[in-house]
């Protein structure tokens, strides 16, 4: 699929990030998971914590249809599904300082060397999300590919502003101990899941 900034390229225009608290109808904080799949995390989210905005994004259009058509079946307002593609388009969804926190549950590890480049957790992506983190915000990480953990701790020691957070227990007691479908399935299997989390502890520098 061609990616928000893609089409908005070739179309030469520079869009405004969307006016969220317009689109849910009222102020909350925003939540954003990152590659929702099939949704579960996001929407059990969003139903066990109505005073949160959640926005998925997902690169695969059945999971983002499938999502929208039980929000509007079981009436959940404070989730949006948006198909988009993350490492590209998350500055034109998401103005400066407007987001609590993102979440990403087993992104694609991109198994072969000359896909890496399309991996979630680069540094150009989470400087994005440094930009587009309230202070304080946090970023949320879980995966099954001890070496796909491995980079993204790489990655993140790059970024000073960001400061590790002792994962389980930031999981608990903030995120609520929920699982996506990939971790269920995980715990079925009984394969372990490799979780980080960090704290925006100084402000996100602009992006060039």
């Not at 690169?59 to 929000?71: A, G």
């Not at 991109?110 to 309230?134: D, F, G, N, P, S």
Request: positive net charge; aromatic residues 8%; glycine residues 6%.
């Amino acid at each position: 699929m061609l990616s928000l900034h893609r089409h908005a390229q070739l179309r030469n225009i520079t869009p405004a990030p969307p006016d969220w608290e317009k689109a849910f109808g009222e102020a909350a904080p925003i939540e954003v998971d990152l590659g929702c799949g099939r949704g579960d995390y996001a929407w059990q989210r969003a139903v066990d914590f109505p005073e949160i905005h959640v926005v998925a994004l997902e690169t695969r259009r059945k999971w983002v249809m499938r999502l929208r058509q039980r929000c509007r079946h079981e009436g959940v307002t404070n989730l949006r599904a948006i198909r988009c593609d993350a490492t590209q388009d998350l500055p034109v969804l998401f103005a400066r300082n407007s987001v609590r926190g993102f979440t990403g549950h087993h992104p694609d590890p991109w198994w072969k060397k000359r896909h890496h480049k399309r991996r979630l957790i680069r540094r150009q992506v989470i400087l994005q999300m440094a930009e587009i983190l309230q202070p304080g915000g946090f970023i949320y990480l879980q995966t099954d590919v001890p070496d796909l953990a491995e980079e993204i701790r790489s990655v993140f020691s790059t970024c000073p502003a960001f400061q590790p957070t002792p994962a389980m227990t930031f999981r608990s007691r903030h995120l609520g101990g929920l699982q996506s479908h990939r971790e269920k399935k995980c715990l079925r299997l009984g394969i372990p899941v490799l979780r980080l989390a960090y704290t925006l502890i100084g402000p996100g520098p602009a992006q060039p």
